[in-house]
């Protein structure tokens, strides 16, 4: 059996009312998709925007799926990205789980509290 995962969209940010909007409205396009095929879609941005991504995981259903999956949706590299992408997931991961978890780029550490 394949266990389905929630789906975190990260966007960048923006300071275009326009750009936020349709990262939006391809979030909801996509949680549209999904349907029950996925136990929740959501999306935030590292910056400069609202939704946060640490806005958009905290709304996770984390007690029951303590791993999702994050896919970035940005149009270009920022070198700040993966630190930024890696320590908001890291943080409230690692408050459901009791656990510390740390980021350096693409890795994360997971502490026993």
């Known amino acids: 059996m394949t266990t389905r995962l929630p789906l975190v969209i990260v966007g960048h940010g923006t300071r275009s009312a326009e750009g936020v909007t349709a990262?939006?409205?391809f979030v909801e396009r996509v949680r549209a998709l999904a349907g029950e095929r996925l136990p929740a879609v959501d999306g935030?941005?590292?910056?400069?925007s609202k939704p946060s991504v640490t806005e958009s995981v905290g709304r996770m259903p984390v007690a029951e799926?303590?791993?999702?999956?994050?896919?970035?949706?940005?149009?270009?590299?920022?070198?700040?990205g993966?630190?930024?992408?890696?320590?908001?997931?890291?943080?409230?991961?690692?408050r459901a789980l009791e656990v510390d978890l740390t980021s350096?780029?693409?890795k994360l550490a997971a502490t026993a509290r």
């Open 23 to 25: 990262f939006c409205q």
């Open 44 to 48: 935030g941005f590292i910056e400069l």
């Open 65 to 80: 799926h303590p791993e999702m999956v994050a896919v970035p949706l940005v149009l270009t590299a920022a070198g700040h």
């Open 82 to 94: 993966n630190l930024q992408f890696c320590h908001p997931l890291a943080v409230i991961i690692g």
């Open 104 to 106: 350096s780029g693409e």
